[in-house]
């Protein structure tokens, strides 16, 4: 079952350039509508007074406006009103929704692991230092407390090192799993001549940007769209969201 998701992805430019044949009350009909459809998920009923109440109107008022509307914006497919845009936006959200629920996975059991780490190196530190202090009974003993103590903070230092190396390395396999897919997308020829380039200047410093344009892209490619560039689609995408 999909799960619905608060949000939904708004493009200003789009919806201006879509609605400049409207009037101002026909933009707050069309507008309502929508948020109805993101907010169930669900295409809308072929049912006037039913839209007219989403629309916040009269039947006499929709009915005038009914035709301006669902014609621009809506297709009839089953006894129901389907936003091809919509439906496509909340296709596009599942996937990035699944996808960060994934790396969020990642991320607790790779936390987990390195507490764990953490906690048995602190505990066997304790446990030794425990043992030395309870058979100091000499100077040559308590010399070796004192050494053991000044070590405690080289041992910390060693433990955020291993927290910053687990961390690092979890973040360098997530950049590379990116890197796996745009070379799927894109081609061998794409990343033998600008591999390095989309490295540096994209997965590096904005992978959540590169994760959703290759969800985007799959997408497109998935329902058929012939694209001749991908990557100069790719990358107009990246630039249009920066």
């Known amino acids: ?39 169930t998920g669900k295409p809308l009923p072929n049912n006037d007074k039913a839209l007219a109440n989403i629309a916040r109107c009269t039947v006499r008022i ?4 009914r035709n301006i509307i669902l014609n621009a914006f809506f297709k009839l497919r089953s006894g129901k009103w389907h936003h091809k ?13 699944k996808i960060r629920l994934k790396n969020m996975a990642k991320a607790r059991k790779a936390k987990q692991s390195i507490g764990q780490s953490i906690g048995q190196s602190i505990g066997q530190s304790i446990s030794q230092s425990i043992a030395v202090h309870s ?39 997530n950049r590379n799993g990116l890197f796996g897919r745009l070379a799927l997308i894109l081609g061998p020829d794409e990343m033998e001549r600008a591999g390095g380039h989309w490295r540096k200047n994209w997965i590096g410093p904005h992978p959540a940007l590169v994760e959703r344009g290759l969800a985007e892209l799959e997408l497109q490619l998935k329902e058929g769209r012939t694209i001749a560039n991908r990557a100069a689609y790719l990358t107009d995408l990246l630039q249009r969201w920066l």
């Open 135 to 173: 058979h100091s009974h000499s100077q040559v003993h308590k010399e070796r407390l004192n050494d053991e103590r000044l070590n405690v903070p080289a041992r910390a230092g060693a433990h955020a090192g291993v927290v910053r190396s687990s961390i690092n390395r979890f973040e360098d396999e």
């Open 62 to 65: 929709w009915t005038q406006k």
């Open 85 to 97: 845009r919509a439906d496509l936006e909340m296709h596009k959200a599942q996937i990035i929704h």
């Open 1 to 39: 079952m999909k799960q619905k998701l608060p949000w939904f992805a708004f493009y200003p430019a789009d919806f201006l350039k879509d609605t400049q044949h409207l009037s101002h009350d026909e933009i707050g009909i069309y507008w309502l509508l929508l948020l109805a459809y993101y907010n």
